[in-house]
T-cell receptor, first 113, second 111 residues
């Protein structure tokens, strides 16, 4: 298995632009999680899906952030409009069930200038 | 609300030493606990997963223990090597919510 695949690996964008991060979970995994990592706050959960349905999005910072999971093999995290404080590494993870071990992708390093 | 604390925040040891990384959590009602390794600029690699019914798990030179009642876990690394230098993250799975992470311990093993 190729593991959890995220794209792009790096993204540099100007403030105000729309940014879309992509994630392909491990085939057969039912739960998908989006985390954000910064030096100051560590790893924070943004949103998670179970069987493609968003379960808890209370970690999404504000309305500028949205996430979708149109099918079991693909999810997106969108930021519109982006701001410099959104600069961070965004990780996607998946698990067979929510109570199983998680597998993380390599992350997307986002820089908003 | 579950909180996870890792002590120390950073650790530097000479090569060959055995070392222990500590993790504590505030709510003992957990499904499992997972230890991860993160190299600079990289993603998280799962090292060990301990289910709530287990006391320890071993993989090579790594041994993780879990004392759920006291809210503690330790990661023991035997005969440390420079290649072990990384940040080690502890995460607990409460079951009804996703993984909650500690801030990590940054380990440097000096040759």
């Amino acid at each position: 298995d190729a593991g959890v695949i995220q794209s792009p690996r790096h993204e540099v964008t100007e403030m105000g632009q729309e940014v879309t991060l992509r994630c392909k979970p491990i085939s057969g995994h039912n739960s998908l999680f989006w985390y954000r990592q910064t030096m100051m706050r560590g790893l924070e959960l943004l949103i998670y899906f179970n069987n493609n349905v968003p379960i808890d999005d209370s970690g999404m910072p504000e309305d500028r952030f949205s996430a979708k999971m149109p099918n079991a093999s693909f999810s997106t995290l969108k930021i519109q409009p982006s701001e410099p404080r959104d600069s961070a590494v965004y990780f996607c993870a998946s698990s067979l069930e929510r109570v199983d071990g998680y597998t993380f992708g390599s992350g997307t390093r986002l820089t908003v200038v | 609300k579950q909180e996870v604390t890792q002590i120390p925040a950073a650790l530097s040891v000479p090569e060959g030493e055995n070392l222990v990384l500590n993790c504590s959590f505030t709510d003992s009602a957990i499904y499992n606990l997972q230890w991860f390794r993160q190299d600079p600029g990289k993603g998280l690699t799962s090292l060990l997963l301990i289910q709530s019914s287990q006391r320890e798990q071993t993989s090579g030179r790594l041994n993780a223990s879990l004392d759920k009642s006291s809210g503690r876990s330790t990661l023991y690394i035997a005969a440390s090597q420079p290649g072990d230098s990384a940040t080690y993250l502890c995460a607990v799975n409460p079951g009804n919510t996703p993984l909650v992470f500690g801030k990590g311990t940054r380990l440097s093993v000096i040759a």
